[in-house]
């Protein structure tokens, strides 16, 4: 089973940038379908962004145009990168990796995000 771990995480003032990184290892990672999600205080995980094992993407609505989401297979890799921050993007990022043969899913711990300033 595959492992995660994210990163990158941290304080940023609104308007700022950020990126994520999750890093897997024990699977062939080119076969999974990465997203982040992201969980505030008080709310439910909702989903972030998506990366198709081919390369196709999608994103949550309140972050389409701000944040993009990217994946090196070389390097068994996903990134989020994260602009134009806002106070409400404020949550615990977690990595999801998912496999379409069995539906199983395999999460990182989360790395923290706060936008404030």
């Known amino acids: 089973q595959v492992q995660l771990v994210e990163s990158g995480g941290g304080l940023v003032q609104p308007g700022g940038s950020l990126r994520l990184s999750c890093a897997a290892s024990?699977?062939?990672?080119?076969?999974?379908?990465m997203y982040w999600y992201r969980q505030a205080p008080g709310k439910q995980r909702d989903l972030v962004a998506g990366?198709?094992?081919?390369?196709?993407?999608n994103y949550g609505d309140s972050v389409k145009g701000r944040f993009t989401i990217s994946r090196d297979n070389a390097k068994n890799t996903v990134s989020l990168q994260m602009t134009s921050l806002k106070p409400e993007d404020t949550a615990d990022y977690y990595c999801?990796?998912?496999?379409?043969?069995?539906?199983?899913?395999?999460w990182g711990k989360g790395t923290l995000v706060t936008v404030s300033g």
């Open positions: 990366i198709t094992r081919g390369g196709s993407t």
């Open positions: 999801n990796a998912h496999k379409r043969s069995n539906g199983m899913d395999y």
């Open positions: 024990g699977g062939i990672f080119s076969i999974y379908d």
